[in-house]
């Protein structure tokens, strides 16, 4: 097979933060199983950091320490180069055009790298003839890039939805769980380490917009667009929206999902939305992430596992090397540069689809029919309707489902509602879907 | 990349039926997206049934064909053979024979040849250096052999489990959805084309054993060892046991399990198994088939997907092609022969776990002690117990859930139990696996 070159794969790490140190532990305690299941070692030969002091769990007497990581990148005598220092710009972009330049391979974590800079890294690894492969950039346990680009590749895909951001899923099922607010469940999830002291790329949607870009290029073979990314993050969303939803048969998660309409046009989003109880992406819960894809053969697959973390992250990184050392490779948005489709982006406001909205409005007569009228004025059907007394307040929640429309009309709607005097907040609207 | 030969792969199919048609389809719909993702065209050139005037739905103008599959396998002009005939003998055997050894790859659904040949199948294609590739064999819409040979491979992997025939899924949704008899949703299951009409290589466990033979030589390198799988198929299950089951918090599954005990010893069975509700595998439900794997790096992954059917198998069966179209390959069970594992066979009387058990006894004074006194005497502490009056009946059914205890104590327990004469009929005992 792949095994008539069996001199060692040499690795440069950069960058040894809990990833990075479990990468090189993980080769070290599997590596007769790597051996031979790819048919030649995987040896980690040099590393950089920024602490050389620190105690990092392995043995790295024999590995050559560079203290600047671009510097490694050029010089170390490696096969491949891992990146897990993470930021979209900086040393890691540094590392990783130095490793280009240099004719090595790139093994990497860094989603947003790859969601903001993969057109021109794809261009230059081309140029070089590396490979850039980053398994573990997208929900590190679930093999979905490898998936994407090969187990599935014989399928149009046309659309895939998944929970990509373990944070959120935490913070969203603690908060079904317990009944407690957003605020109370993240400042127990930072205290946990389950969330940074900075949160907002979690829970602001960005790291997971970062993700669905590249599923959303591999799935459709073009390059990624972060740019044109809708991305809502979840602090919006109350114990009573989530509760409101569990009454309606639904839960509440943030999806990111891409779709490709038949004109070719590719529509990407990250949002919370109102999903049915009963499809499998609801059952996903904590600090998994899913991603469920349709593909015109196959049909509906779904892939689970942990998304984040050493353990996971590290597998990731290791099952990419072990393709590069058994001489496996695909091209980094599953097809050629000059074979990717270039359609346009599909806003947000062509959206079609079902919706859910709370008002706090007063509880006297006449506002159910101004909203009503409101709604039939913009073409909106009403599904459902929630609505209970509260004794000790003038504002009583009002929850209402509307039957499939377009985003359009939606935010006409919410604008005109909005501008009621009788609706004392601004209405939350959270996008049911459901996949049929 | 590999695309450097740009050759067309030539591909030769044995076997018509909606399979191996939708193989043919696939390749002909897909043409130029394939091409642009394993970087050359994958043209089938000759194709071999029974029967020559059915129209499959494709163009067989450019197709050479023959009579005879086993003659195709060995002289068509081709790179691969595509072998889904079925069955473990006969005719698809002689064709993997035939290709192997006329040099050509194989890609094979066939569970069944596998799971029984595999050991001499791998041994003659290493030899004649071709591929062997079945991802179409096990769970067809999953990319799971894939997983394990290489998105995985970085971990060992110390057990799995699946679901892992969509014909028993199917029904024992429907038996727990409607309350009705399993006689009674198989003839249905039948009437729509979900079950043969001789069923018993799905109801008895028989094709999911060969999957599950297939998944555990991949997880722990080994040779397939389908001889040692304990099999026990759903036949048996009454809708009484779902609902008493579901009353307890569990769904009943024909599961197939795999684990590797620590020293080595690898336990394999199919049996039906009392899964707790709020599993991922108890949410997989109708003909939809799961795998979940545990990794020591990883942890728990889940893949589900459509088990069986025309287009997901076709999708494995294409994949795998565009594998060997690209020049990816690993070796057949994960690592090569000369590097599998040898371990002993865990027999079903090493288990250890919870058990189910409904008796039918008479509704009089000392029965309940009689059997107290025999649990005791077997060491097992019960951990549950549901017992409702029936006023048309002497026999009442007893429903007891048992605290860990061995397989071994369990089945002398149930051959006590069975020569009490109080009890009227033989006792259904169901294994509880919780997954912790």
Chains 1, 2 share one sequence.
């Not at 501008?419 to 609207?429: H, K, Y």
């Amino acid at each position: 097979m792949s095994s008539s070159d069996s001199k060692p794969l040499k690795i440069a790490v950069a960058g040894l933060g809990t990833v990075g140190a479990t990468v090189v532990k993980l080769l070290q305690v599997q590596a007769s199983l790597i051996e031979a299941r790819c048919g030649r070692p995987i040896v980690v030969t040099a590393i950089s950091a920024r602490d050389r002091t620190k105690d990092r769990g392995f043995d790295a007497s024999n590995l050559v320490w560079f203290d600047d990581a671009a510097e490694m990148a050029s010089k170390a005598d490696a096969d491949v180069v891992v990146e897990v220092i993470g930021g979209s710009d900086g040393i890691a972009r540094a590392v990783v055009d130095n490793a280009i330049a240099a004719g090595r391979h790139v093994v990497t974590a860094n989603k947003a790298l790859l969601a903001i800079h993969g057109a021109e890294i794809a261009r230059a690894a081309d140029a070089a003839g590396v490979t850039i492969a980053y398994e573990a950039a997208v929900a590190g346990g679930i093999p979905i890039i490898k998936a994407l680009k090969e187990g599935l590749a014989a399928n149009r895909i046309d659309r895939l939805h998944g929970i990509l951001n373990g944070t959120c899923n935490y913070i969203l099922t603690t908060m079904r769980q317990t009944g407690r607010d957003f605020a109370d469940v993240l400042a127990e999830a930072q205290a946990l380490g389950y969330a940074e002291a900075d949160p907002s790329f979690d829970i602001d949607g960005v790291d997971a917009a970062h993700k669905l870009a590249l599923l959303a290029a591999l799935a459709f073979g073009r390059l990624p667009d972060f740019a044109s990314v809708t991305v809502e993050g979840i602090r919006h969303i109350a114990a009573d929206d989530i509760s409101y939803a569990e009454e309606l048969g639904y839960r509440i998660k943030l999806l990111g999902i891409a779709e490709r309409a038949a004109n070719g046009s590719v529509a990407q989003r990250v949002t919370p939305v109102l999903v049915p109880m009963d499809t499998p992406i609801a059952a996903v819960e904590g600090v998994y992430n899913a991603v469920v894809t349709h593909g015109d053969f196959v049909g509906s697959t779904v892939l689970e596992g942990r998304g984040a973390g050493d353990g996971p992250t590290a597998s990731a990184v290791a099952a990419d090397l072990m393709d590069i050392a058994a001489g496996r490779s695909s091209p980094m948005f599953g097809v050629p540069l000059d074979r990717l489709e270039t359609g346009q982006t599909c806003p947000i406001s062509a959206r079609r689809g079902e919706y859910y909205v709370r008002l706090m409005v007063q509880d006297k007569p006449g506002v159910f029919a101004d909203l009503a009228a409101i709604l039939r004025d913009c073409d909106i059907s009403i599904g459902s309707a929630i609505q209970r007394a509260r004794s000790d307040s003038a504002a009583v929640p009002l929850v209402l489902t509307m039957h499939e429309t377009s985003e359009a009309s939606m935010q006409d709607a919410l604008t005109r509602i909005t501008a009621l005097g009788s609706v004392s907040e601004p209405p939350r609207m959270i996008r049911i879907e459901k996949f049929a």
